[in-house]
């Protein structure tokens, strides 16, 4: 059964730091991989995805994500992330339904 | 833009109860998912819907059943509410079987007292 594992449930970082939440996932065919990311009080939004191609994937607001095969890894960056930036992030994988990890609670600090 | 309209944003129900959870969407997608959200655990699935009249099991399916008599329309039942099952409550639909991501609701936050 796929699965997705997020390795850090609470980050906290200040402004213009850099940012990398780690993503493993555990399936053997073709994936879909995702980011959602869910603002305080708002809805699931879609970050980023990866289908195929470039494995270096680029999404909104200044995110990216690298999907690395031989590890199963799809780990989402941002260079410098901003105080607007604090919201949980989901990695989740796709065959025919999502999988969602745990969630990481990301805090930035003014 | 997609839109998925949940009904009720906060709703409050006795144990015992008998809930419906409805949920819409405007883009004639096929595929019609609901999920639970916790803390720490992330988002589970309950049930999904290929399509109309029809409906699989997820990880969680105990406890509620749904119904998918439209094709814009995905219900969560919650046949006897309880305590256990106060959370919050998301749907959400897509295009196809794969290849694209979901569209979200905006949720709805279950308390059972």
């Known amino acids: 059964a796929q699965s997705v594992s997020q390795h850090n449930h609470h980050v906290i970082l200040s402004e213009a730091a850099s940012l990398e939440l780690g993503c493993n996932y555990s399936y053997g065919g073709t994936v879909n991989l995702f980011w959602y990311v869910q603002y305080p009080g708002q809805h699931l939004q879609l970050l980023l995805k990866?289908?195929?191609?470039?494995?270096l994937v680029k999404g909104i607001k200044g995110f990216e994500a690298e999907f690395i095969k031989s590890k199963f890894s799809f780990n989402l960056r941002k260079p410098s992330v901003q105080w607007s930036d604090t919201a949980e992030y989901f990695c989740a994988v796709r065959d025919d339904k999502i999988i969602f990890g745990k969630g990481t609670r990301l805090h930035i600090l003014p | 833009d997609v839109k998925v309209t949940q009904s009720s944003r906060y709703l409050v129900k006795r144990t015992g109860e008998k809930v419906f959870l409805e949920c819409v969407q405007d883009m004639d997608h096929e595929n019609m998912f609901w999920y639970r959200q916790d803390p720490g655990l992330g988002l589970r699935l309950i049930y999904f819907?290929?399509?109309?009249?029809?409906?699989e099991k997820g990880d969680i399916p105990e406890g509620y059943s749904v119904s998918r008599e439209k094709k814009e329309r995905f219900s969560l039942i919650l046949e006897s509410a309880s305590t256990n099952q106060t959370s919050m409550y998301l749907c959400?639909?897509?295009?196809?079987?794969?290849?694209?991501?979901?569209?979200f609701g905006s949720g709805t936050r279950l308390t059972v007292v």
């Open positions: 990866y289908f195929s191609g470039d494995p």
């Open positions: 819907s290929y399509d109309v009249k029809m409906k």
């Open positions: 959400a639909s897509s295009e196809g079987r794969a290849n694209y991501g979901y569209t």
